[in-house]
């Protein structure tokens, strides 16, 4: 298939990109021995002094012993990268040339022959190498059988043979069907003897006997029964379990053998593995007869060839290579160091999962464990509100999974994007085109810094999809994330209407910024011939049965609008005719957000016209038997009632909760600057006035105010937060030591000390004791009412702040607020009825207060304390209803006459301690 004409390109890139590893293991093989280690981050992202555990992102080194040298890594975050920094460093220190490195054709082909009298020397037998299983269990092989090691295995086992035989014939780099004939090449210059078939090769004496000793014969039970699947060549034949007995004193490939209906192993060809990156699970299917002939050909002729039979398009879209004839799925193999056999149970269920496992969607459905609920949303609202694994996570596997390159993220900087262009070499009319576009672009983005533009590109490095989105977003991720939706999304529509003309595909693309080039087609072939024929139902059809789900049900206050989270219980069942019904999936508690598409239609439909709490049951259309199958967990009965006909799915959804749109988001989107600027605007003016030296943040959550304040000349020297949220402190312990360690560092050094503790704040703690200024902006709201009256009377009473800022949303703003970010609900009759009902902002909120119950709170606490209180608000116009967005009360401590001596007590505990005379965070004794 494609795989062929690709192949040709990989000459040229051969000689260049051969990996630093891979240069040596070819000059030392199994004498270059790698040794990674953990270690924990130090980059001064940690924050020192900060009494939590802190959880650093790990980073890895790698130690490379040769037989010459020793080499030690950079820090790597993958491990892979530090083994790959070590080699380049040992090749740096050998002075190895790299592309002098790689052998001729003639070169390699004698040292597959060394390698080849190597493996089945004495030497070999007693090593630790993935083909020494296969080695030893050729000797339970019986009568003419024997010894005999087949071909397929040396040609997969051993990467040294492969990489050899890539330098013989490049096009083995994609075709690996193509290195058994190389070897076999090479065998006829060992002194080994083939196989009749020419498709297996023994030594022609017998391993000394003090070599058969010492190798530990396994503790394994008589015999094993592995699950695996039979994948039948015709598209219209269904896959079906079978079952593989394979004893302690037999060749597993023997076994397989059988059930595929040949004599023995060495007329078996194993693919490469499928599914996880790790996995052994592999097809095995027969040689067909074609290739056994051709690869026994007297030397001399090219044997370049590879199986010709009938292909088995489930099998070869799989694994990624050609597969011919029926095929068995199996997931099987020996450990290093004995003939223990090392499996796992390969069900229908396993097999589906690998099928959906190849679009997008189907990634994001297992992610979720959700196959029938969940689907592939289109758009990427925030972080907090997505779900499962993210896009470019998905992205990458759907990449890995068509043996497509790792995709190209280009992240932008906004100012950075219209010189962009000029750097890309690409030479169609694409350049006009997306100048032209970017101009409206950057109009769309306004408010955000961050674009990204993402490539696909082949393993033949050939660009096959270029996206290049012209949303900004605040945050580079979010950017990222946006990209590789809008790919996955476009893919995915692809995959399931494979009858799409070219030019509806196109205009698709560029509704949503992706430019496709032809060869996108050639690429995904396969796929498409698969997901053709299993994908004859509509995945998304509603029944009428919908009906059941109550219109005229009382809303209880719950309006689902766009950007809510609802939270949902569900279990959904097979209905077959009279043969009853089988749950195929279930959830106790699932997560999506409304509007996005993050389940099926109906699904939406019909969760959107519930209230919380209440209960609902609809039939739905069957959807494809990869995704049910997929589901299943008892995949023989569910198989058998849907090769019964005549099925539908039942869905039973109960409506948890609800979780409204974040509020920050809202006060990001509406307000300018947004509101939280606007309350530190408001701190910032109450510090100028009152001169305060000193300040302590009431529920300072991850330190945004105190950070803020950092960023002005003020006249504090000394500022405090406490919070109960461990999590939000430390976070605020890094920006903190952040900001502080640079404006030290810049001479700036005007805040003497910062502390931050664990504590509650309606429990009094002397060392906040008369503070200039207390803070408490938006968190009397996420108390208990009684709380916050609670709050009031300590603070008044205990901590006796000079001036006290209280902020709070005012539930009366929340009309607007509503108005303004619920979209497309206009035409929903329902709205006026909801309003009526507004709910809080966040989910968090206890209580949200009208103006006249916040200053009936603060006047009445106000007076019980002998402070005096004024009102205002950020958001919004005083004097216009409906009032500021966030109301504010500043108290201010009357007279002079507070108690003077306090008892000490404390507790909270200091969670960090910034002091600038020793310019360094420490840890107090926090009793
Ligand atoms: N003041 C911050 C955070 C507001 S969110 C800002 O304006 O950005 C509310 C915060 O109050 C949360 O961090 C929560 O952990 C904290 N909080 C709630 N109850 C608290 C209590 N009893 N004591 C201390 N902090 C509390
Ligand atoms: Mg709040």
Known sequence: MGSQETSVLALKKKTVTLTPKAIIHQKFGANAVYKVEEVQKSDGNECPGLNLPQKGPCLYRCSLQLPEVSVVSELCKKKKDAEQSAAEKAIEKLGINPTLSIPTAQEAGDEVVGRLSYLFSDAFYTTVHPLSGHFRAALLRKDHLYGYVPVSVLSLFDSKLINLCKCMNPKAEYNTWLVVPLILKAASRVPLLISENHLSMRRPSPYPPEVLEGIDNSNLPESICIKAVRVPCSIDEIVEPLLLNVSINEYYLDVIAQELGVTDASKVLVSRSVGKASSETRFYFCAPQSYMLNVSLESGEELTNEPEGTLNTRASYLSGQNVYGDAILASIGYTWKSTDILYEDVSLRSYYRIVINKMPDGVYKLSREAILAAELPIAFTTRSNWRGSYPRDILCTFCRQHRLSVPEIIPLENSEVPGLHKKLKLTDSREQETNGGSLAGSAAGVGGTFKCEIKIISRSQELILWCTPKESFKKQSDAIQDAALKILTWLNNYFKNPKMSVENLTTSAHEIDIQFYPRCFKEFELCLVVNNTSRL????????????????????????????????????????????????????????????????????????????????????????????????????????????????????????????????????????????????????????????????????????????????????????????????????????????????????????????????????????????????????????????????????????????????????????????????????????????????????????WTREQFNDWASKLAERHNYSVQFSGVGGVDGVEPGYASQIAVFRRGGDNFPENVNTSHHYNVIWDWSSSSSSSMIKDFQ
């Open 537 to 848: 139902l509509n995945s998304d059809c509603l029944s009428d049965n919908t009906d059941s789900v109550n219109d005229s049900d009382d809303m209880s206050g719950v309006s689902l609008s766009t950007g809510s989270l609802a939270c949902i219980s569900y279990s959904i069942y097979l209905l077959a005719g009279d043969c009853g019904k089988e749950l195929l999936e279930r959830s106790e508690e699932f997560e999506f957000e409304i509007g996005s598409k993050a389940v099926f239609s109906h699904l939406e439909a019909a969760v959107t016209k519930m209230s919380v709490g209440q209960s609902v049951s609809y039939k739905a259309e069957v959807l494809s038997r990869e995704l049910i199958m997929s589901a299943a967990t008892d995949s023989e009965r569910i198989l058998s009632l849907l090769n019964s006909g005549g099925c539908s799915l039942e869905y039973s959804i109960t409506l948890l909760r609800v979780t409204e749109p974040l509020e920050e988001r809202m006060e990001q989107a509406l307000f300018s600057p947004p509101l939280s600027k606007q309350r530190v605007e408001f701190a910032l003016q109450q510090i100028k006035e009152s001169c305060a030296a000193s300040l302590v943040d009431f529920g300072c959550g991850s330190g945004s105010l105190l950070e803020s304040l950092l960023a002005y000349p003020t006249s504090l020297e000394n500022v405090v937060g406490v919070d109960i949220s461990q999590r939000s402190l430390a976070r605020a312990a890094k920006i903190l030591h952040t900001k502080l360690t640079i404006k030290t560092e810049a001479g700036s050094d005007q805040i003497k000390s910062a502390v931050l503790y664990d504590g509650s704040i309606t429990t009094f703690d002397s060392r906040l004791y008369g503070f200039d200024i207390g803070t408490c902006l938006e968190v009397i709201e996420h108390m208990e009412e009684d709380q916050a009256f609670l709050f009031g009377d300590v603070v008044l009473s205990f901590f006796c702040p000079k001036v006290l800022i209280v902020s709070t949303p005012n539930f009366e703003y929340n009309v607007i607020l509503h108005k303004s970010t619920v979209q497309g609900q206009e035409d929903d009759p329902d709205e006026k009825n909801q309003s009526q009902s507004s709910k809080f902002r966040n989910h968090d909120h206890k209580f949200e």
